[in-house]
């Protein structure tokens, strides 16, 4: 078999250390991962998702003099709270937040921003500043740093290309399409035989973790099943199939995936109404099948997007802007607003200025949800109190 055509395979594993001739030989001794320990579930808003319209500063006149087209109105926001509410779309995040379950980290950003959504996504998933080059992902980093035995399904990636937050010196992470269908033959083991040539090594011990990971994956669906209906959107289901692995008690303590079509320059009104219909809809049916299964306490849902939009709008639409809300869901958190209003007198040339630098809510979240040093991993912004 050849090289390219095994790591042409859907369902890859995921790493950077493609030089490694031990490279998982030692998934039978991996750390083990208990089932009352906590995991983390990764949203990730493709194309900026415009904050100013998702948690609405609705009693500020400076929102619908900057926004006479796309302002929502007083009448439609949901669950108005010190001058803040939630687009109509969001209702059962409003729900969420009356259960206590939800917390929301106001004007969230970092240092000299980037408009760009290939090197803000960067920025966001590699956590370093905007002026250093590409490094490895810093969810990557940190199953490094925990899994130093290799174990290829500590992080979960449900997508159909390998996010680089994942990208690593082992490989500690799997990108999974379809966790139903990710079955590998266990023959393909057989026809790679151990020899002198150090990459046919490679192909095969790639080749028997993949086959291990993939029996994990289907004993946790197996372990489980669907006791929620869930919407019928692509993004619903990869959350149903992550509630599965969890219920299924798979034990990965990373799980990311996304939803793409936040990029409204135009007809936003209605897109931007469509995308957060599909945000609710998957994440409250998420919401409940974890609580139902009492498992809510375990489980930390983390929701955000490369940067929010512009304060002003153009006509029709936003353009890329910087600061944005983040939302928390679960994981015992106090159900808490973080930080002040969304300050539009006072804009970094027309754009909301961050009070919250993002790598502290990672920070956060190593410290008091995975019981991790995030300086161990480069991260050194101070937690922030109040969230859990």
């Known amino acids: 078999m050849l090289r390219r055509n095994f790591l042409n395979i859907t369902c ?3 790493g950077g250390a493609l030089m490694v ?9 991996q750390n083990k991962i208990r089932f009352e320990e906590e995991s983390l579930i990764f949203i990730q808003l493709n194309g900026g998702n415009d904050g100013l319209n998702t948690y609405i500063p609705f009693n500020d006149p400076l929102y619908q003099y900057n926004r006479p087209s796309i302002c929502i109105s007083k009448d439609d926001v949901i669950g108005a709270n010190k001058n803040m509410a939630f687009h109509p779309s969001l209702k059962n995040f409003f729900d969420i937040q009356q ?9 969230v950003g970092y240092s000299n921003p980037t408009r760009s959504h290939f090197k803000s996504q960067e920025i966001w998933q590699t956590a370093v500043n905007s002026n250093m080059g590409l490094n490895n992902g810093w969810l990557g980093r940190y199953l490094d740093a925990e899994f130093r035995d290799h174990n290829p399904i500590a992080g979960i990636n449900i997508s ?6 994942f990208k690593s010196e082992f490989s500690n992470s799997a990108s999974v399409q379809n966790p139903k269908f990710y079955k590998k033959d266990e023959m393909i083991i057989d026809k790679v035989k151990l020899s002198s040539n150090p990459q046919l090594d490679f192909v095969r011990k790639i080749a028997t973790a993949t086959v291990e990971s993939s029996k994990a994956i289907q004993k946790a669906i197996s372990n489980s099943k669907e006791e929620i209906i869930y919407p019928k959107t692509n993004f619903a289901s990869k959350l149903s199939w992550i509630a599965r692995l969890i219920k299924g008690n798979l034990n990965s303590k990373i799980y990311y995936t996304s939803l793409g079509g936040f990029d409204t320059h135009k007809n936003q009104l209605n897109e931007h109404s469509k ?17 139902e299964a009492k498992l809510l306490q375990n489980v930390t849902i983390v929701i955000f997007s490369e940067f929010g939009r512009r304060v002003k709008d153009n006509g029709n639409g936003t353009d890329h802007g910087k600061a944005a809300p983040m939302f928390i869901i679960g994981g015992n958190n106090n159900g808490s607003i973080i930080g002040n209003n969304p300050d ?5 040339d027309g754009d909301l200025k961050y009070n919250i630098d993002f ?4 920070a956060t979240l190593l410290r008091q949800k995975l019981h991790f040093n995030p300086r161990k991993i480069g991260i050194k912004l101070p937690v922030i109190e109040g969230i859990f």
């Open 99 to 107: 259960d206590g379950n939800l917390s929301i980290i106001q004007n």
């Open 275 to 291: 995308k957060l219909t599909i945000l609710n809809d998957g994440v409250y049916s998420f919401y409940k099948d974890l609580k």
């Open 160 to 165: 159909r290309v390998d996010h680089p937050v």
């Open 359 to 362: 790598r502290s809510v990672y």
């Open 12 to 14: 890859t594993i995921t």
């Open 21 to 29: 001739p031990e490279f998982l030989w030692a998934f039978g001794t």
């Open 344 to 348: 539009l007198a006072n804009l970094d």
